[in-house]
């Protein structure tokens, strides 16, 4: 089975803070996604990346960035957070594109960060 | 007006009941749909996948497209307690044209009493 493992369940953070969420995958995907959660808004896409530094603006990116320099590796900057970014964070994987698999996610187990 | 529609609920029924969740779209080049099923401060997890039309199921779960009406539903019979979570419908188009979007119905949350 395909593992994701997002290394930071919970975070509280300080507005203005620099925060880092990392997600890592082990079954060689190529692609990988960040998605913020919400009551009522469902999942927005943030940013996903089909391959190893390449990467595309989601539905909500503003205020967010992310980095992946290697394949398994997947992470999502936000570069001073807000309180408006208090939200559980889900990282997402799927193999390449074409295939039967590529519109199957694989989700994390997420990470909740609170901004005081 | 969102792309999928999904009622939120909750959904309370009790332990044994039929239970019927359902999702509302508005594209039709949706041919990809998905159920996920999400646990209480867990991930998402798929639960059922489908292609164009008709029924799919799998062991008291079944999956049903219809997309004359652009209307997709989850059955899940002899329901438990187990399945007290929230269910997510997902959907994209087709996968011959490059990475393909999924877009997701908001959740609807049910809650199976003993």
């Known amino acids: 089975d395909v593992k994701v493992t997002q290394s930071s369940r919970y975070l509280v953070k300080r507005t203005g803070e620099k925060v880092f969420l990392e997600c890592v995958q082990d079954?060689?995907?190529?692609?990988m996604f960040w998605y913020r959660q919400d009551p009522g808004l469902g999942l927005r896409l943030i940013y996903f990346s089909y391959d190893v530094k390449m990467k595309e603006k989601g539905d909500i990116p503003e205020g967010y960035s992310v980095s992946r320099e290697k394949k398994e590796r997947f992470s999502l900057i936000l570069e001073s957070a807000s309180t408006n970014q208090t939200s559980m964070y889900l990282c997402?994987?799927?193999?390449?594109?074409?295939?039967?698999?590529?519109?199957?996610?694989?989700f994390g187990a997420g990470s909740r960060l609170t901004v005081l | 007006q969102k792309e999928v529609e999904q009622d939120p609920g909750p959904l309370s029924v009790p332990e044994g009941a039929i239970v019927s969740l359902n999702c509302t779209y508005s594209n039709s080049a949706f041919q990809y749909f998905m159920w996920y099923r999400q646990y209480s401060r867990k991930g998402p997890e798929l639960l059922m996948y489908t292609y164009s039309s008709g029924n799919k199921e799998d062991g008291r779960f079944t999956a049903q497209v219809d997309k004359s009406s652009k209307y997709i539903s989850l059955f899940i019979r002899d329901s438990q307690p187990s399945d007290s979570a929230t269910y997510l419908c997902a959907m994209s188009g087709g996968l011959n044209t490059g990475f393909q979007k999924l877009v997701f119905g908001t959740g609807t949350r049910l809650l199976v009493s003993p």
């Open positions: 079954m060689d995907h190529e692609n």
């Open positions: 997402a994987s799927t193999t390449g594109t074409g295939t039967p698999g590529a519109n199957v996610l694989t």
